[in-house]
């Protein structure tokens, strides 16, 4: 059983980014956690929405979303959305959380990624700081003093990526993908044509190493 700890901006991003490789992990037994800085409150086309009900039903999305697919808890730390790079305190948070679960695998969006969004850029270079801060002695001393020892996960995946250096093979879990981002209703309106390019993305990506559907990460060791 491993744990994976997926650290991610927006309510929906972890199924959109990699919700076939989390349905595989949790069929195995694996344990998996979100951790969503944003409730996205800002992700509608409706101007006259109020941004507090917007949160309150993408959380409640991303809470069925992952019940769906076995994860085990969902923390929401509910920063700004489109303001993620304003939160100094991000780091410590994430570096805290991971002391905490201590998982094997960590897994954000890649930073260095061409099309990126601003909170998917600050969520990413937030993870990669506080797995520093996670996994040595001398940063920050009162995570001793109220019981946070260090913690090394043992790898980072960047995902969704340019360049992958690992494809895994989520054929016979896309369609449970698929089922997983339909419960993020409130969104599906601003993601035209949704369910057909996921499907060619994936087979996309899954053409290298043979797989009818992939998800490409970018793996680094810790
Ligand atoms: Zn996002």
Redesign the pocket.
């Known amino acids: 059983m491993k744990i994976r700890l997926i650290v991610?901006?927006?309510p929906?991003?972890p199924e959109?980014a990699c919700g076939g490789t989390l349905a595989k992990w949790t069929e195995q037994g694996d344990e998996v956690h979100y951790v969503i800085v944003s409730c996205?409150e800002k992700?509608t086309w409706d101007k006259d929405a109020s941004p507090f009900r917007v949160a309150e039903t993408r959380e409640q999305e991303a809470r069925e979303a992952a019940e769906y697919l076995g994860v085990k808890k969902v923390i929401f730390l509910r920063h700004p959305d489109g303001d993620i790079d304003f939160v100094h305190t991000l780091k410590l948070e994430i570096a805290s959380l991971i002391r905490k679960m201590k998982p094997s695998t960590i897994i954000t969006?890649d930073p260095w990624r061409r099309h990126f969004?601003p909170?998917?850029r600050a969520t990413g270079f937030a993870v990669i700081d506080a797995i520093m801060i996670a996994r040595d002695w001398h940063f920050f001393p009162f995570l001793r003093e109220i019981d946070l020892k260090p913690h090394r996960a043992e790898e980072l995946l960047f995902t969704p990526t340019d360049e992958p250096t690992l494809i895994n093979d989520i054929s016979k879990t896309l369609d449970r993908k698929i089922e997983a981002i339909r419960i993020h209703k409130s969104q599906l309106e601003q993601l035209p044509h949704w369910e057909e390019r996921i499907k060619r993305f994936s087979a996309e990506v899954g053409k290298s190493p043979g797989f009818k559907y992939g998800e490409g990460f970018y793996r680094m060791s810790i």
């Open positions: 991610m901006a927006h929906d991003d959109l996205g992700g969006h969004h909170d998917h």
